[in-house]
C-alpha cells in the first residue's frame, strides 16, 4: 500500500540553525500538508499546498517557515532561524483529491537545543 | 513516547470490554469528521470517518457517532484489545480552497490486559 515517507526520523539542531524537512507524499495526490505537534500536545495544522503554491497557512507558519515542491515527488518544510519554541514532532500529509482522507507520514522528530 | 501529557485525558478499561472516548468539535459549518490513533512514536492514523448527513457509521469494531445538535462526537471501540492502547484524536475538516483539518486535544486509552 502507499504511503507518505518521512526523511530524517530525527533532526537535533542549534537555535538558529536552518533545517530542511522532507517528504515524499503519495505519488498520484494533489494537496500536500505540514503538520506539527509539540510533546503533549495536539496536532497542529501548519499549512497546505496545491498547485505548486501555498493554499493556507496558520498563524504558526511565520515569516521563518517556508515550503517548497522542488521536483514531482519531494515536498518540503524549511525553518530559516530555528527557535528552542520548534521543536515538535513535525507530520507531512498527502490527500489525493477525490476522498477526504488525508494520508500522514510517520513524522520528523526536530529537536532544537 | 511522543503522546507523553500530563493534561491528556485518559481511558482505562480492560480488555475485552466496550470503549467509549468523547470529543467536542468547535465548528458547526465543518462537515466531514474523522477519528485517529495515534501510537508513540508514529503519525496519526486513520480510523473511521463520518459526514454531517449521517449520525453514525459503523467499521469493524468501531462506531462513529456525530450528534451536531451539540457538536459531540464519539468513537466506540467494541472488544477493546491491548492493541487498541494509543491516543485517539478527532477531528474535523474545515473547506477554504482544498481543506485543512483541525485536531482535538486527544485521549488516551489504556488497555488492561
Known amino acids: 500500500e502507499p504511503e507518505v515517507t518521512q526523511t530524517p526520523s530525527h533532526q537535533v539542531t542549534q537555535m538558529g540553525q536552518e533545517v530542511i524537512l522532507r517528504c515524499v507524499p503519495i505519488?498520484?495526490?494533489?494537496?500536500f500538508y505540514w503538520y506539527r505537534q509539540i510533546l503533549g500536545q495536539k496536532v497542529e495544522f501548519l499549512v497546505s499546498?496545491?498547485?505548486?503554491?501555498?493554499?493556507?497557512k496558520s498563524e504558526i507558519f511565520d515569516d521563518q517557515f517556508s515550503v517548497e515542491r522542488p521536483d514531482g515527488s519531494n515536498f518540503t518544510l524549511k525553518i530559516r532561524s530555528t527557535k528552542l519554541e520548534d521543536s515538535a514532532m513535525y507530520f507531512c500529509?498527502?490527500?489525493?483529491?477525490?476522498?477526504?482522507?488525508?494520508?500522514f507520514g510517520p513524522g520528523t522528530r526536530l529537536t532544537v537545543l | 513516547g511522543e503522546n507523553v501529557g500530563l493534561h491528556l485525558p485518559t481511558l482505562s478499561v480492560q480488555e475485552g470490554d466496550n470503549s467509549i472516548i468523547n470529543c467536542a468539535y468547535s465548528?458547526?459549518?465543518?462537515?466531514?469528521f474523522i477519528w485517529y490513533k495515534q501510537e508513540s512514536g508514529k503519525g496519526p492514523q486513520f480510523i473511521i470517518d463520518?459526514?454531517?448527513?449521517?449520525d453514525k457509521r459503523q467499521g469493524q469494531r468501531v462506531t462513529v457517532l456525530l450528534n451536531k445538535t451539540v457538536k459531540h462526537l464519539s468513537l466506540q471501540i467494541a472488544a477493546t484489545q491491548p492493541g487498541d492502547s494509543a491516543v485517539y484524536f478527532c477531528?474535523?475538516?474545515?473547506?477554504?480552497?482544498?481543506?485543512?483539518?483541525?485536531f482535538g486535544a486527544g485521549t488516551r486509552l489504556f488497555v488492561k490486559a
Open positions: 500529509a498527502s490527500y489525493p483529491g477525490v476522498t477526504d482522507t488525508q494520508y
Open positions: 505519488s498520484n495526490h494533489l494537496y
Open positions: 499546498f496545491y498547485n505548486n503554491e501555498i493554499s493556507e
Open positions: 465548528n458547526s459549518a465543518s462537515d466531514y
Open positions: 463520518i459526514r454531517s448527513n449521517m
Open positions: 477531528a474535523e475538516n474545515q473547506r477554504t480552497g482544498g481543506f485543512k483539518t483541525i
